[in-house]
């Protein structure tokens, strides 16, 4: 069966720039991308926005549905925001998730953010406020009801300096797959080392 990889970037972020090409400079992409042209794996890399939590769902889900009428298996891939978003559409859709130093509580991360004005990597204006904060309770929820159903594998990073990763260890470690990696940051600087990993899941 032909192998597609949707990948959700993290929050205030993206994965390709204003004219649709790929942010190459982000080393993990590159990465992912030389590694899904090289094993003819599908990477589709859309930029998400997290302030309508529901939309962006229903949007992957449709994607989902292309890919699967045209043969694919998908896999859900994501980093920080986007971890939790791909742990989330695998519980929906009965597909595996990779989750790269993942949020496991949007609720407690994001309110930090509020005030936030401008996407980091394009320049796009917005605004993040309390109540696109709140919207992911009802999900966190959902997620805890329905965990022990999930395939995931987790990727850590140690010295994430945003997130808590003994915190995250400690959550999965009965349920997943869990690769930590020694130093390392919030953006992840061990894909390449990751890939064997990858590889495994994508291709068991």
């Not at 597909?95 to 401008?118: C, D, H, R, Y």
């Not at 204006?125 to 009801?145: F, R, S």
Request: one cysteine or more.
């Amino acid at each position: 069966m032909k192998k597609a990889i949707i990948y959700l970037h993290g929050f205030n972020s993206a994965s390709i720039d204003l004219d649709g090409n790929l942010l190459t400079k982000k080393e993990k992409l590159l990465v992912l991308q030389t590694f899904c042209a090289d094993h003819d794996v599908l990477f589709f890399t859309p930029n998400i926005d997290y302030r309508d939590f529901q939309n962006l769902v229903e949007d992957m889900l449709y994607e989902w549905n292309q890919f699967l009428d045209q043969g694919y298996e998908v896999i859900f891939m994501g980093s920080s925001m986007g971890g939790f978003a791909s742990e989330y559409l695998a519980m929906k859709t009965g597909s595996k998730a990779i989750m790269i130093n993942p949020v496991i509580s949007p609720t407690e991360l994001l309110p930090q953010f509020i005030g936030v004005s401008e996407n980091l990597e394009t320049g796009q204006p917005y605004e993040w406020n309390q109540l696109y904060c709140q919207q992911y309770h009802a999900y966190e929820q959902e997620l805890a009801n329905h965990s022990q159903s999930i395939d995931r594998t987790i990727l850590l990073d140690r010295a994430d300096e945003l997130l808590d990763v003994e915190k995250t260890s400690l959550k999965y470690q009965s349920i997943a797959q869990v690769i930590v990696f020694e130093a390392g940051s919030h953006s992840f600087e061990h894909m390449r080392q990751a890939l064997p990993v990858v590889e495994k899941v994508i291709f068991p």
